[in-house]
């Protein structure tokens, strides 16, 4: 693997504004307005922070997320932040693909596979907390 600058991973070159004891996110969500020069619209996305071992933290979900599954916050963990996953989990999939190659750099799948992994896995995470 070459070793070229993550797209969709970001670490904190200033504090937080999320509630989480996090250091960086990666981008799992957004709209694609041009999908060849991959030119993002913010309005629907999911975030995933770590701190500052790489730990996930929660996730954050855009207003619009929010307001359409009726959610409290815009920043989730535990089973909340799971049954979002789950729910767009064909979207990140999708989305995650333009960046296949950072993707696998950092995770060590490739998003198909990690996914499909991550949605059995999450599926059983859910179903023990109710």
């Not at 504004?17 to 969500?29: G, I």
């Not at 957004?30 to 071992?53: C, G, K, M, P, W």
Request: net charge negative; charged share 25%.
């Amino acid at each position: 693997m070459s070793q070229t600058k993550l797209q969709i991973v970001r670490k904190y070159t200033r504090e937080s504004k999320s509630p989480f004891q996090d250091a960086s996110t990666s981008l799992w969500l957004a709209s694609v307005t041009n999908e060849d020069r991959l030119e993002l619209d913010f309005s629907q996305y999911i975030y995933v922070h770590r701190d500052d071992v790489g730990k996930v933290v929660g996730v954050s979900v855009s207003k619009s997320i929010a307001r359409e599954h009726s959610l409290e916050s815009q920043y989730l963990e535990g089973s909340g932040m799971y049954r979002i996953l789950i729910f767009y989990i064909d979207h990140i999939k999708d989305f995650c693909e333009l960046w296949a190659d950072e993707f696998e750099q950092f995770f060590l799948l490739p998003p198909d596979l990690f996914f499909e992994l991550a949605q059995w896995h999450w599926n059983t995470i859910i179903e023990k907390d109710g």
